[in-house]
């Protein structure tokens, strides 16, 4: 029997789930497909700033979350070479406290709330392998279970929620809108015993063309990510030969300007090394006939932002209520749905995809750059709306104008 559905989304963690969720409570019939079994971990170093942590609530996920020992975070502290940038990021809606919840938990919370939905129906190990089509439109996916059973389920919409890779992404043969390689590799992995700040701290060290992230997670651990050039083939071939000595030795010898080595004294690695060794930020049209894509598979960013949970629920947010207006109407102008979708995804990603752009590349601070950063780092009100671009408070336009002034009121004593 053919189950039909007013929209199948594939992917299930926090584009996916997330959207489910808001066209679940709109009234339409959901079916959210993962290949996944959960609850599971995903390639992420989860970090959440208090404007995601107002989005889970707003979407009643966060009471869900299953293991919250993961410590409110309030300070942040960014480093660019000898220059510090410490403090809070601004509160958004009245929520201050930002988070490192493992996905596991996290995911686990969405998937929860979606499944709390009567019109929402989900099932997990199930993979999807290809698109259904009726001539130029898509109609349905086929999928294959984890005992290898196939099946077809048919839609009005097919929403790719699948993540960087996305099937239904490669499926439609889309050709990215931007594509920049990164310049770095990344890895990251979980330790315990690492000396801590006296309040828990989100810290982000970047030293020459090295990258330390460090991150207070569940269970009293703290993540630890690092990246350095792929150009550097010695790094990379002692991480593809044994990724923990690789590590340890990364952090005990490349960052000895913060002297993070005394912080490891009574830390030891307590899970597997996980990284990529090249990625690219990409940015692709978001609607086509039939189909849709959402966070990851939409746009995706050096993850050095720590917004990518961020803007995989936001651009749902954004997305729900154009399939909405298509859903009510048959006769559907899937080139004037895309460019709505476009603009309003320019509006709130462009200025920080850039950034990522500009920190995915192995350049080295300019003096102006590092002039920038030290007037910043002299003045609160400046560190605030630094903090607050990260976290979307404000738009860099706040930051720049804050400096311009502090100098102009410089120049004039
Ligand atoms: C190293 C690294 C560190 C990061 N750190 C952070 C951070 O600290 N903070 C932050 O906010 N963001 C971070 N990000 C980014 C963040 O993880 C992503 O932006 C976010 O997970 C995107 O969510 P998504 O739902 O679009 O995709 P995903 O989380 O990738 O979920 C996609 C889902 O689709 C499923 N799927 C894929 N293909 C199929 C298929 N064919 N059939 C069925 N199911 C399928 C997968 O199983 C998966 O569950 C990081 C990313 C990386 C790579």
Redesign the pocket.
Known sequence: MVQYFDVIV???????ATLAIRLGNAGHRVLL????NFPSD???????FNN?VWELKDLGIFPLIPELDAPPVRNVLLQFEDVKIEGSLPPIKGEEDSYCIRRSYLDQAAIQKASEIPNVTIYTK???KDLLWDEDRVVGVKTKDALGQQQEYHSKWVVG????N??VRKKLKLKPLIDVPTDFA?Y?TYIEGLEAKSEPTFEVYRIYDRTLVIFPTNHHQHVVFVAFPLANRLWIKEFGHNSKSALWDFLKTQFVEIKFNNRLHNAKIVEKIRG?TGFSNHWFSGIGKGWAL????VI?KD?AL???????IYAGKILQPILEKAMQTDEIDETQLDRLYQEQLQAKFRERFELGIALTKNNLMSAEQKLFQQTISQYPEAVEKFLGFYNYANNMDAVTQIVRSIIEQAQIK
């Open positions: 594939v992917g299930a963690r926090c584009a996916g497909l993962d290949q996944g995903t390639l992420s170093t989860h970090a959440i995601t199930v993979r999807v929620a699948d993540g960087r996305s099937t990344c990251f990529l959402v966070g990851d598979a995706f993850p720590a917004q990518g949970i961020h803007d995989a």
